[in-house]
Nanobody, 126 residues
Framework: QVQVEETGGGLVQSGGSLRLSCQVS????????IGWFRQAPGKEREFVAV????????FYADSVKGRFTISRDNGKNTVFLQMNSLKPEDTAVYYC???????????????????WGQGTQVTVSS
């Protein structure tokens, strides 16, 4: 059974940083892309970033490009989202999910992602 767990959320001031982790427990984890998405109160869930199966390719939403960095450690079945220069508009529940595609060169269709975790809350105060 696939299990995905996000951790690392919290309350941070504007301009601060947080590092989210996504622990994935299934096989073959190393063949799948892993994406981060977020959902703010009253809004639709939106794409944030995705990393390819081998970690060499990444793609970001324009709203986070240059501030967020996605990476993965396949030896530890973990994907990270380093978030710097956080803004109040980054406040949301952050989710990670897996896709059977090995990489994406653009914004991936959310429908291709499954095995969603419970999410971790990120709150950025102004």
């Amino acid at each position: 059974q696939v299990q995905v767990e996000e951790t690392g959320g919290g309350l941070v001031q504007s301009g601060g940083s947080l590092r989210l982790s996504c622990q994935v427990s299934y096989s073959p984890y190393s063949r799948d892309s892993i994406g981060w998405f977020r959902q703010a109160p009253g809004k639709e869930r939106e794409f944030v970033a995705v990393v390819s199966a081998n970690g060499s390719k990444t793609f970001y939403a324009d709203s986070v490009k240059g501030r967020f960095t996605i990476s993965r450690d396949n030896g530890k079945n973990t994907v990270f989202l380093q978030m710097n220069s956080l803004k109040p508009e980054d406040t949301a529940v952050y989710y990670c999910a897996q896709s059977a595609s090995t990489y994406y060169s653009g914004i991936p269709p959310e429908v291709e992602f499954g095995s969603w975790g419970q999410g971790t809350q990120v709150t950025v105060s102004s």
